[in-house]
């Protein structure tokens, strides 16, 4: 076995909003040992919160202080305290100066991972509204690290669980907004990052994709809607031409209700609910979301910050922790790939040798 394949990945991991229920997810994630021998956490965030929560949670989970993400010590659950020691908060409460605290722990959890200093970025919940500043103007997690990915980057949100994936063509945008911004570029983009992300990320190595309608009953032939034989329809017979496993467009309520989607390796939507709604009802407690497209591997738990059961002890740690192995599990299939494609004249050698014989 290689060292690439006996390295632990290091794991940047965000507060999220303090008021929320991100310590009490990751504290209680990491309170198992066990975690620590298949990464190395780094936690971005204060040591006077997570003091807090761990006395007030009855939890034991060990911690070691660092400064810089290259002392981390693997084996147990370090943190580097990136918020001011005079910071306040309040457990199941939104405050603009929770919001700072997650933004700040968001933007040193990235850099260091954008910057190669730790391996993949598991981020907890932030509360979309009080995080907004003059240098946090994004809906989401996803847009912002889209924004800081630079280069012309193109994202893509993926819901993924043991039973479905899906993703939807737009994410966080006033579903009034979604006929306007649709268009045969952007569901074709959608649909080749959904493939690309299905093979690399997730080794299918043919991937097959169903894609939903936008209108009822798939607009019933324009009757309700022309975006099916006018976007669609179109994209989906572009991407077949580049010999892309599509399928569609189906209506959502048939193709959820009748089980249809277990046929399928990926499920794009045409928009946040469409998809989101039946993924958290089959997959609420162990949902993931991963950001494909980006240049490093980020992933969450598929839940917000549940304020109303903030500090209860109630919280319940599956989704974190699905996070965190779906964050491994991605970066080693990454390394994977670029193993299989970084001597493509060795293959065609092997290839050559067979048409020989």
Not at 61 to 85: F, R, S, W
Not at 98 to 113: F, I, K, N, P
Not at 148 to 170: C, F, H, Q, W, Y
Not at 193 to 204: A, K, Y
């Amino acid at each position: 076995m290689s060292n690439e394949q006996h390295h632990i990945p290091t794991v940047a991991l965000t507060q999220g909003d303090p008021g929320g229920i991100g310590y009490e997810v990751i504290l209680k994630v990491f309170e198992d040992e066990r975690m620590c021998e298949l990464c190395t956490p780094v936690l971005f965030g204060s040591t006077k919160i997570l003091s807090f929560y761990r006395k007030m949670l009855g939890l034991n989970t060990q911690y070691h202080v660092i400064e810089t993400p290259d002392e981390a010590k693997p084996g147990v659950l370090n943190i580097i305290n990136c918020i001011p020691e005079d910071f306040t908060f309040d457990p199941g409460k939104s405050t603009a100066e929770a919001g700072r605290a997650a933004l700040t722990s968001l933007e040193a959890a990235a850099a260091a991972v954008k910057d190669g200093l730790l391996d993949v970025l598991v981020t907890a919940p932030i509360n979309k509204k009080n995080i907004q500043s003059d240098t946090f103007v994004f809906p989401g997690h996803t847009e912002y690290l889209e924004s800081l990915a630079g280069n012309d980057t193109k994202a893509l949100m993926v819901l993924t669980s043991e039973n479905i994936r899906v993703a939807p063509v737009t994410t966080h945008l006033p579903l009034a907004d979604v006929p306007a911004t649709l268009s045969q570029e952007l569901v074709l983009e959608k649909i080749r990052l959904f493939n690309h992300t299905l093979h690399r990320d997730f080794g299918v190595h043919h991937p097959r994709i169903a894609v939903l309608s936008l209108n009822p009953h798939a607009g019933e032939e324009g009757l309700l809607g022309n975006e099916e034989n006018d976007i669609i329809i179109p994209a989906i017979e572009r991407a077949k031409e580049e010999k892309i496993m599509v399928f569609g467009p189906y209506a959502a309520d048939g193709f959820f209700g009748s089980g249809r989607f277990v046929k399928f390796d990926g499920v794009l939507a045409m928009y946040h609910d469409q998809g989101l709604v039946p993924f958290k009802v089959m997959s609420m407690d162990n949902g993931v979301n991963f950001t494909a497209g980006l240049p490093w591997v980020r992933t969450s738990p598929d839940h917000g910050t549940a304020y109303d059961i903030a500090g209860r002890g109630e919280a319940s740690p599956e989704s974190m922790r699905e996070a965190i192995y779906q964050a491994i599990d991605i970066f080693r299939n990454r390394k994977q790939d670029e193993a299989a494609h970084s001597n493509p004249l060795q293959r065609q050698e092997i290839t050559d040798r067979r048409s020989a014989e």
